[in-house]
């Protein structure tokens, strides 16, 4: 009978533990999934959502609220900027002056028509050497191109450096020239690897059939290569043409004439090292002229707004872009 009864009680601890156990169990599971469930991720409770909507909100303000006040100081009465100290947030009125100067065909409207050449040019030179040598480097068992993709993979990791690249613009006779703001640049390294590993995984069998159709390797390229590239072709025209917008090492280099200098250095000198916009620079009369805040201001918006309108029109192919050259490459 004490046989029996001490053979029993240990099974009966193990069944009361395992029903303690699983009780457990199944109470953190009902507390798991209380939560809605999208796509097997359990979605945050109310208090998580509103921190994170603070946080956000908070971060937003942080990068929006300069720029506001960048646009307002640009548009503010000049009363009202000498008021505010020079930074104004909410203008109480609207005054163009300000851009009417600088478009009034000084030195800031030349130095925008500059960058529009430089930008516009260097990015459709920049797309075509780079569309053409990825490319090249994608056909595999061609001639070379084992070499050739290790001398680009070489210049990603080592630059020559300034006094070398001074030295190669000035024997090429490119001083002064506004061809020296665009051929040190035109290729990245970087881009050639993006596009070369979107051509690598474009689907051989087409590729395939337009050779056994007759096609050549121009052809292969021009019908099918680059109709089929138009998402890493936004992206990589996206990198180039916001590089050339917004350089001015190169032209702070390679300019000394201050009449062919691009926004970017005009922005440099008069906004960053504090220059003193005169009359004269801006061809207009001494007694028209609007507080220099406002002329600063109105220079970084013109300097800023063309990238942010040409973004929304690339954003959608920018995501796809990146995601092919940095995973499947």
């Not at 937003?60 to 505010?84: D, M, N, R």
């Not at 020296?180 to 640049?185: F, Q, R, V, Y």
């Not at 290569?225 to 090492?249: D, E, H, I, T």
């Given at each position: 009978?004490?046989?029996?009864?001490?053979?029993?009680?240990?099974?009966?601890?193990?069944?009361?533990?395992?029903?303690?156990?699983?009780?457990?169990?199944?109470?953190?599971?009902?507390?798991?999934?209380?939560?809605?469930?999208?796509?097997?991720?359990?979605?945050?409770?109310?208090?998580?959502?509103?921190?994170?909507?603070?946080?956000?909100?908070?971060?937003?303000?942080?990068?929006?609220?300069?720029?506001?006040?960048?646009?307002?100081?640009?548009?503010?009465?000049?009363?009202?900027?000498?008021?505010?100290?020079?930074?104004?947030?909410?203008?109480?009125?609207?005054?163009?002056?300000?851009?009417?100067?600088?478009?009034?065909?000084?030195?800031?409207?030349?130095?925008l028509w500059i960058s529009v050449?430089?930008?516009?040019?260097?990015?459709?030179?920049?797309?075509?050497?780079?569309?053409?040598?990825?490319?090249?480097?994608?056909?595999?068992?061609?001639?070379?191109?084992?070499?050739?993709?290790?001398?680009?993979?070489?210049?990603?990791?080592?630059?020559?450096?300034?006094?070398?690249?001074?030295?190669?613009?000035?024997?090429?006779?490119?001083?002064?020239?506004?061809?020296?703001?665009?051929?040190?640049?035109?290729?990245?390294?970087?881009?050639?690897?993006?596009?070369?590993?979107?051509?690598?995984?474009?689907?051989?069998?087409?590729?395939?059939?337009?050779?056994?159709?007759?096609?050549?390797?121009?052809?292969?390229?021009?019908?099918?290569?680059?109709?089929?590239?138009?998402?890493?072709?936004?992206?990589?025209?996206?990198?180039?043409?916001?590089?050339?917008?917004?350089?001015?090492?190169?032209?702070?280099?390679?300019?000394?004439?201050?009449?062919?200098?691009?926004?970017?250095?005009?922005?440099?000198?008069?906004?960053?090292?504090?220059?003193?916009?005169?009359s004269q620079d801006l061809g207009?009369?001494?007694?028209?002229?609007?507080?220099?805040?406002?002329?600063?201001?109105?220079?970084?918006?013109?300097?800023?707004?063309?990238?942010?309108?040409?973004?929304?029109?690339?954003?959608?192919?920018?995501?796809?872009?990146?995601?092919?050259?940095?995973?499947?490459?």
């Open positions: 009978m004490s046989d029996t009864t001490t053979g029993t009680t240990p099974g009966r601890r193990t069944t009361t533990r395992s029903t303690t156990r699983s009780s457990t169990r199944s109470s953190t599971e009902v507390g798991r999934t209380a939560r809605p469930v999208i796509d097997g991720v359990a979605m945050p409770g109310p208090s998580e959502r509103t921190i994170k909507g603070i946080v956000l909100t908070i971060a937003c303000a942080l990068v929006i609220l300069p720029f506001v006040g960048i646009v307002s100081t640009s548009l503010a009465t000049p009363e009202q900027v000498t008021e505010a100290g020079g930074f104004v947030l909410l203008p109480t009125g609207i005054d163009l002056s300000a851009y009417r100067m600088i478009f009034a065909g000084g030195v800031v409207t030349q130095a050449i430089v930008t516009a040019v260097g990015t459709a030179l920049s797309l075509a050497l780079t569309t053409t040598l990825g490319w090249a480097l994608s056909r595999r068992g061609a001639f070379g191109v084992r070499a050739m993709l290790l001398l680009v993979l070489i210049s990603l990791l080592f630059s020559p450096g300034i006094i070398p690249s001074y030295l190669v613009v000035q024997r090429l006779g490119l001083l002064d020239s506004l061809w020296a703001l665009i051929i040190p640049t035109s290729i990245s390294a970087f881009n050639v690897v993006v596009v070369r590993a979107f051509f690598v995984q474009l689907p051989a069998e087409v590729i395939d059939a337009a050779r056994i159709d007759g096609a050549s390797e121009w052809q292969l390229f021009w019908r099918i290569g680059l109709p089929l590239s138009k998402p890493v072709l936004a992206v990589v025209g996206l990198f180039y043409g916001v590089g050339y917008w917004n350089a001015f090492f190169n032209a702070l280099l390679y300019m000394s004439d201050a009449s062919k200098w691009p926004l970017q250095l005009v922005l440099r000198t008069y906004v960053v090292d504090g220059a003193q916009l005169g207009i009369d001494a007694a028209a002229m609007p507080p220099q805040t406002s002329l600063q201001m109105a220079i970084l918006v013109v300097s800023v707004v063309p990238v942010l309108l040409v973004y929304p029109f690339l954003q959608r192919h920018f995501a796809k872009g990146m995601l092919t050259g940095a995973v499947k490459g």
